[in-house]
């Protein structure tokens, strides 16, 4: 799962280490010094082989090896054969993980299919069922071949890793969370969760979500997630919004919902009212892209609940394509935008959005005009008929009121009634941030747009 160059090392621990020796490898200096965790520490990540009895859950060493990788924040790989074909979970979409030729109409804006779809298309041929023992670790009844060892490791869990108790759930967690990842949730996993003793995050599909909290799931621990939900409807979000309630170590939410035909208003705004129930949010990204039944109310309730985290730092949120959504909602979105005092980077996505017109910009420049933590803004607005050269001066003015903005990246392209003076200021907007470091404009096909506008512009830079 990851490039190394040509340069990478690898650590195999059966061959690195003397396994009739393993006194002597790991060294007077205590076990996590010895050379075998001080590798663990090195490390881009961690790959621990699942045989097809799942025996290695119910080894003292690997499991060992496993949790003392994840505490040291390295990513541990679940690597298994099937049928002669080898599987892979990653947290993050692999090399080979390259994009493939979309013929799905509601790619609208792509042409091959995303990463990080490829990455759950190959993880769903990874058997689960061997995950299932992982969910239910006990380490202390883990087998060693070495009763010294077992020593050792118990004597290493009681006095540096927090215990057993602790122990244990970090392990059930990991396995559960894998699980979840590729769809299947088990009482066994659910209580896994529920029993955490340290904040997790959730990977996957929001009707397994759905399934999980039918099942009793509660998110006390919960510190991220980041789920696909194209085949949800408005019930699944409105459980999803119900779990947020919960949810007061939650600082990270990544929600695609892109081309979900069944969300409406009523799971949005479900949604929008739980975000406001999870103080502790830093970061936030929202895919509504071509859900046609979304309108202005579901994004003015998404405004309030941002409106009421007060830690929030990063927001993306997508709206191409909803036609339902003009100029109410984006004054939402720029209210919130308003009480975000710490907020240092924005995205919005309204790629034709046919209904949003100056008055929705304008409210959106206000909001950003008075978040003066602001690093970066992304603003796409391309084909939107109704935008004009009020909209790129009101966007100008507030800009200019953010004093460490360093990338700035507009597009505006398609939109006829963006003219000269709305590239005239832009121009005096540039010569007066010496902070701005990295812009990307694309007004392409803006027929209005002549020599005076690009002459403006050209002076600013």
């Given amino acids: ?178 699980m979840f990842k590729l769809g299947k949730v088990t009482p066994d996993s659910v209580l896994a969760f529920n029993e955490a003793a340290e904040p997790f995050a959730l990977t996957g599909d929001g009707c397994t979500f759905q399934k999980a909290k039918s099942m009793g799931l509660e998110l006390r621990q919960c510190s991220g997630v980041t789920f696909s939900c194209k085949k949800i409807e408005d019930a699944g979000v409105q459980v999803l919004a119900q779990g947020l309630v919960q949810a007061s170590k939650l600082s990270i939410v990544v929600l695609d919902f892109s081309c979900c035909t069944q969300v409406g208003d009523a799971g949005v705004e479900a949604l929008g009212s739980g975000l406001g129930h999870a103080p502790s949010l830093s970061s936030v990204v929202l895919d509504f892209s071509c859900c046609e039944r979304i309108g202005d109310a579901a994004v003015q309730a998404v405004g309030q609940g941002l409106g009421q985290a007060p830690n929030l730092s990063s927001l993306v949120l997508r709206f191409s394509h909803c036609q339902g959504i003009g100029d109410a909602g984006i004054q939402a979105v720029g209210q919130a935008l308003g009480q975000a005092s710490i907020l240092s980077s924005v995205v919005l996505d309204v790629v034709s959005c046919m209904q949003i017109g100056d008055a929705g910009i304008q409210a959106l420049a206000h909001g950003l005009a008075q978040a003066p933590s602001l690093i970066t803004v992304e603003l796409i607005a391309v084909s939107c008929e109704r935008l004009g050269d009020t909209s790129m001066q009101a966007v100008c003015q507030a800009l200019g009121q953010a004093p460490n903005l360093s990338s700035l990246i507009l597009k505006s392209a398609c939109c006829e009634r963006i003219g000269d003076a709305g590239l005239q200021g832009l121009g005096p907007f540039f010569a007066q941030t010496p902070t701005l470091k990295s812009i990307e404009l694309d007004f392409a096909f803006c027929p209005r747009i002549g020599d005076a506008g690009l002459q403006a512009l050209a002076q600013g830079l």
């Avoid at 799942?54 to 496993?66: A, F, G, I, K, Y």
């Avoid at 690597?79 to 390259?98: C, E, I, K, N, R």
């Avoid at 869990?157 to 967690?173: C, I, Q, T």
């Fill in 1 to 178: 799962a990851y490039r190394l160059e040509g340069v990478g090392l690898y650590w195999v621990s059966a061959f690195a280490n003397s396994q009739t020796h393993i006194g002597e490898e790991l060294g007077t200096q205590g076990m996590l010094c010895s050379p075998l965790f001080r590798a663990l520490q090195l490390s881009q990540a961690a790959v621990l082989v699942i045989d097809a009895a799942s025996e290695v859950t119910r080894r003292m060493w690997c499991m060992l090896e496993s949790v003392v990788a994840t505490r040291h924040g390295k990513e541990l790989l679940l690597v298994t054969a099937d049928g002669g074909a080898g599987h892979v979970l990653t947290s993050d979409p692999a090399p080979a993980d390259t994009p493939l030729p979309c013929p799905s109409p509601c790619d609208y804006a792509m042409e091959f299919v995303m990463p990080e779809q490829v990455q759950r298309n190959r993880q769903a041929l990874f058997p689960a069922e061997r995950l299932n023992a992982a969910a239910t670790t006990n380490l202390e009844s883990a087998s060693v071949s070495n009763r010294n060892d077992a020593k050792m490791i118990i004597e290493v869990v009681h006095k540096e890793l927090g215990g057993f108790e602790r122990v244990n759930s970090d392990l059930r967690v990991l396995g559960a969370a894998a």
